[in-house]
């Protein structure tokens, strides 16, 4: 399937290079995407299983309450079911949204940014036009004066501008090309991300897709600034050496400047692919906040209470105290013994001195001699 006409050789390289490019990538992008969506593939059935378990499962957590998504969430999950929808199964919508939002806004930025431009692709297929014919010019004047041994820097000059020519070939139409190759290939397996965007565990998958179509977006736009820049700064220098040329004065010198003024520019565009790279990778989809879990409260220090003797044990610490150790053993408590039946109760009165014998030991020595006699 090709129905890209070859053009004739006279459109130029680099047009020729972005031409042959758009169309070839186009109509694979097309044919790829409705390949994947039409009726014979497994695609639109995969699709439909999804969207059935992504309801059944929203169904369920509504009815449950375990992580039912709030009232003012219903309308976007409604959006997203139906964005889903009409970006994976219908190319118009896709290729409108997606397809030439990437590939044609960000022109159309640059074209802002710039102002007012008189045809750059032009411009730039005529540099490029210019720089191959001052080499063949200054390979020419090297060949000639080799043997008088004049001019040289022309063999010199004219083995940069050969390197600087593909330089200015790789860094302008190489690079858009390259940009609009990357487009097209992501936009024909778009539809596969756009079904995982319904599910939050597979969402990176789809916001991989579109960090990488973002950057392949950004590519083109700020190449093509950095190209019109470029072209503002040697479109002079290139207009001398047309000059020399003419008049059979060419100068090694400004063909070397023009050289070494591509080669920056060059690394400049390379550069700002990485640049677009790390701009599109600060992509994020909010994600809604759960509430977080309740921290646990601590445990509860349990505080033994203080052991408060109960009246009982006054009287037999009393005893022990006032009894010698004839009596000591038939009254002796230990606190391994059982605990009253009844709770001690504390008093915050402060206990008086004297007040744990009160008349005891008296009372228990008039009893003693009866004990005895008895």
Partial sequence: MNGCALSSSDLGVIRELLASTRCNVG???????RALTGPHSIFPIAVTMLL????????????TGLGAPSLSEIPLIGLKIGTVLALT??????????LD?????PTELASILVGPQFS????????YDQMRADETAFAKLGDASGTAGTNAGATQASSELAYATNALL?????????????????????????????????????????????????VPMLCWVTTIILLATIEPRLDLLEQQKASATLDPSQAMITCFIVYVFAAAQFGLVIAAAIVAVGFRIPVRRKAAASAPLPAAISVPAPVVDTRIDQLVHAL??????????????????????????????PERLGEDYRRMPERWSRRAPKVGRS
């Fill in 27 to 33: 109509l694979f992008s097309e044919a790829g995407f």
């Fill in 52 to 63: 059935t378990i992504y309801v059944a499962v929203l169904g369920y957590r509504l009815l």
């Fill in 89 to 98: 199964l219908n190319w118009t919508v896709f290729q409108t949204l997606v």
């Fill in 101 to 105: 939002l990437s590939a044609r806004a």
């Fill in 120 to 127: 750059p692709l032009e411009r730039l297929q005529t540099a």
């Fill in 170 to 218: 790789a860094a302008t139409g190489g690079l858009l090309a390259f940009a609009t190759v990357v487009t097209g290939v992501l936009a024909m397996v778009g539809p596969i991300f756009l079904a995982l965007f319904l599910f939050e565990s597979a969402g990176g998958l789809f916001v991989g897709w579109v960090r990488a179509l973002c950057a392949a977006a950004f």
């Fill in 320 to 349: 022990q105290r006032s009894s010698g150790p004839r009596y000591a053993s038939n009254y002796s408590y230990s606190q391994s013994d059982t605990a009253p039946a009844y709770a001690p109760r504390s008093s915050s009165r």
